[in-house]
């Protein structure tokens, strides 16, 4: 008898289509709008199911009903398992069927892995930051303290180059270069680092090399074309 090759989960909040390599699928656009909401909300009537259902379709101009199914299997088969989303409690209900009102409904939030991926995400805005933040001030897990300094002076001055550092770390995990998202230190991240970052590199450390004469024309150049 021919043993089911066990499917592994994989996220899919950077996955774009194959001809369209800028346009996130929609099961991408699900997963980012998912870990978005957990990330904001703070209710937990607002982060059930059904709830998130709701809040989805109305942002998107469907029904809930329509966009229920691709919730469930988002939670129950890829973020749950993946560890990005838990199980935060339940709540009763007083309707349904008896075993569910015995139960309860379940309702979720991000995980430190969970806070770590909403920090990766563009339409995180002004809020990205503060994710950033407390994600690295927390960084309980992590025993590499040179980087948690580096990473917190870093969003200081600059944090586009950590949400940009981030993000290629979160597509790194969901391409399978790396296997885990936590604990965020530096021999992981450097399996994630792709060739733009390496010129990144270059540049700081030349720049800084350089006389306070030699900077200012680079520093017009840079601001003129960016």
Do not use: C
């Not at 001809?19 to 909300?41: D, P, V």
């Not at 942002?59 to 749950?80: A, H, M, P, V």
């Amino acid at each position: 008898m021919t043993k089911t090759k066990k499917v592994v989960p994989r996220l899919s909040v950077f996955q774009t289509f194959k001809t369209k390599n800028k346009e996130f699928t929609g099961e991408a656009m699900r997963q980012r709008e998912i870990i978005m909401h957990l990330a904001l909300e703070t209710l937990p009537t607002k982060k059930t199911r059904t709830a998130i259902a709701h809040r989805l379709a109305e942002k998107n101009g469907t029904t809930w009903q329509n966009i229920y199914s691709g919730i469930f299997r988002d939670l129950d088969e890829i973020l749950l398992p993946l560890g990005i989303v838990q199980e935060s409690g339940r709540l009763p209900i007083k309707r349904g069927p008896k075993a569910l009102q015995e139960q309860g409904v379940p309702y979720y939030q991000l995980t430190e892995e969970g806070m770590l991926v909403a920090a990766s995400l563009s339409e995180m805005g002004k809020e990205r930051l503060r994710i950033m933040t407390e994600f690295f001030e927390k960084a309980s897990n992590s025993k590499d303290r040179d980087l948690k300094s580096s990473i917190l002076t870093l969003l200081g001055v600059s944090p586009n180059f950590v949400s940009y550092l981030l993000r290629k770390y979160v597509e790194a995990y969901s391409e399978g270069t790396i296997n885990k998202l936590i604990p965020f230190e530096s021999e992981t991240v450097k399996k994630a680092l792709d060739e733009s970052l390496m010129i990144q590199r270059e540049l700081l450390e030349g720049f800084s090399s350089l006389s306070s004469e030699e900077k200012e024309p680079i520093l017009n150049f840079l601001k003129k074309v960016s």
